[in-house]
């Protein structure tokens, strides 16, 4: 997938989707978490079946410990963002958008995009850029559409929430093209895909563990969380 069309898209379906709900009440919170629910479940079962087994091709010891440091550097990061980096946010008169939340999130978006560079080659899965694109934009929809209803509810429809969603959907497109141009961050991408499959393990059991609410079982629920499992799996068919 050529980079220039891979960031366009990036940006494009971000900004969108979080500008869309800038004049979209959020009223519905169940059917996001349906969808979060299978953009979680879809986002685990890459990780499991196509991202881990690609990074320890060339196995290493050290990509597992790069893996728990992407774990520690988004749960650091969760503290910042308040869980909107995974699709939550708290509604109320003493919660207000904060400027440590805005950087918690934009580098959340910086750090996940970086492995989709052309330079980073991945010769035993030919298709490993679409599953990681695919991945990427479902997990950022659902992300850009709570914080598009964030804004709206803290700020309305101002000059102001649209400057943030789209320097928020430049984040991604962002990293992507340092990735691509800094040599550096190619030599050395297996360790970034590591920490992003830490990130990853941690956004996706996340969302998992926060789907099921009080521990009740949702068949709705359950059913979008397999259909995210079997979608990644018959991935492993392509």
């Given at each position: 997938m050529d980079s220039i069309f891979t960031q366009i898209l990036l940006f494009s379906i971000t900004f969108i989707s979080g500008a869309l709900f800038l004049f979209?009440?959020?009223?519905?919170e169940k059917s996001l978490k349906i969808l979060l629910s299978?953009?979680?479940?879809?986002?685990?079962?890459?990780?499991?079946?196509?991202?881990?087994?690609d990074l320890f091709l060339d196995y290493k010891p050290?990509?597992?410990?790069?893996?728990?440091i992407g774990f520690s550097i988004q749960l650091?990061?969760?503290?910042?963002?308040?869980?909107?980096?995974?699709?939550?946010?708290e509604k109320g008169d003493n919660y207000k958008?904060?400027?440590?939340?805005?950087?918690?999130?934009?580098?959340h978006a910086l750090f996940e995009a970086t492995p989709l560079a052309s330079g980073h080659i991945h010769v035993e899965n030919t298709h490993f850029h679409e599953y990681f694109f695919t991945g990427l934009i479902l997990h950022k929809i659902p992300v850009a559409i709570v914080f598009g209803s964030m804004l709206n509810y803290y700020l309305g429809r101002t000059t102001k929430s649209f400057i943030i969603i789209a320097l928020f959907s430049l984040?991604?497109?962002?990293?992507?093209?340092l990735s691509d141009q800094i040599p550096i961050l190619q030599d050395y991408h297996h360790y970034f895909m590591a920490l992003v499959v830490g990130i990853?393990?941690?956004?996706?059991?996340?969302i998992l563990f926060e789907v099921s609410e009080n521990h009740k079982f949702n068949v709705v629920k359950f059913a979008s969380i397999i259909i995210g499992f079997g979608i990644a799996g018959a991935f492993s068919l392509l």
């Open positions: 979209i009440n959020l009223n519905k299978f953009s979680g479940a879809f986002l685990f079962g890459l990780t499991i079946l196509h991202f881990l087994p050290v990509y597992g410990l790069f893996i728990l650091i990061l969760e503290f910042l963002t308040r869980g909107i980096d995974h699709g939550h946010y958008i904060k400027i440590p939340a805005l950087i918690g999130l934009f580098l984040m991604a497109p962002l990293g992507l093209l990853f393990l941690y956004i996706s059991t996340t």
